[in-house]
């Protein structure tokens, strides 16, 4: 179908082309980026809030807080955030762990902005040099006074060749925003319900230390 088809010039006699390809590597490398920070976060945060659930009860919460810094999972930070501040009540550690979790949705989020506009924009841009190639084509025929229909469809396939490349760039750049945000929403969930979690078994361990404490003071 493209055998005879001048790959090289239609890219070298479309200045869009460059702008297409340049986005192209633009996108490639922001998405290896992200891809990179996710693998890093890849940890499955059960066992070690397992871990951490298992410190509270024993009354160890600062070995609990330290224990949740060992992985890049948004849990660590998040969880370690709420139990460092459990001393300073209700309404300090919720604002605490919005704060942390915002923190971590800036993080998670970093350069993901670009691979939507790509997505939305990289068509539009090959569309433009669509128009710009098909007005390039009919004023070189009529420059040249040869219109006929083999002219007139070599220059719109070459004029077409930009919106093919546009949305080579904007399809996988979609599917990789969806991709991403989605595991974004996920893993910021789990954080914040593994951290409400340890809260609450937090609680629990020192209410029921206070009762232990005031019984023995009643049965001295």
């Known amino acids: 179908m493209f055998e005879n088809f001048d790959w090289i010039g239609a890219m070298r006699n479309s200045p869009v082309m460059i702008i297409i390809m340049g986005c192209s590597v633009v996108t490639l490398g922001f998405a290896i980026e992200r891809a990179l920070c996710f693998w890093k976060r890849r940890q499955d945060p059960e066992p070690l809030c397992r871990r951490v659930s298992d410190l509270l009860k024993a009354g160890q919460t600062k070995e609990a807080a330290w224990a949740c810094r060992t992985t890049m999972h948004p849990v660590g930070p998040v969880a370690s955030q709420v139990l460092e501040h459990a001393h300073l009540g209700p309404e300090a550690v919720e604002e605490k762990l919005q704060i942390t979790l915002s923190e971590q949705r800036l993080l998670l989020e970093r350069n993901l902005g670009f691979l939507g506009t790509m997505g939305s924009t990289a068509p539009l841009i090959g569309l433009l ?11 070189d025929m009529a420059q040249t006074g040869s219109a006929g229909p083999s002219v007139v469809a070599a220059g719109v396939a070459e004029a077409l060749f ?4 546009g949305l080579l760039v ?15 929403a996920v893993m910021l969930t789990v954080a914040e319900n593994q951290a409400r979690s340890l809260r609450l ?19 001295a």
Not at 129 to 139: D, E, P
Not at 170 to 184: D, T
Not at 201 to 219: I, K, N
């Open 129 to 139: 040099g669509t128009v710009w190639g098909i007005m390039r084509a009919f004023h």
């Open 162 to 165: 930009t919106t093919a490349a």
């Open 170 to 184: 904007a399809v996988p750049a979609v599917f990789l925003y969806n991709h991403f945000a989605r595991r974004i």
């Open 201 to 219: 078994v937090l609680e629990q361990t020192q209410g029921g230390a206070r009762d232990a404490t005031r019984a023995a003071v009643r049965m």
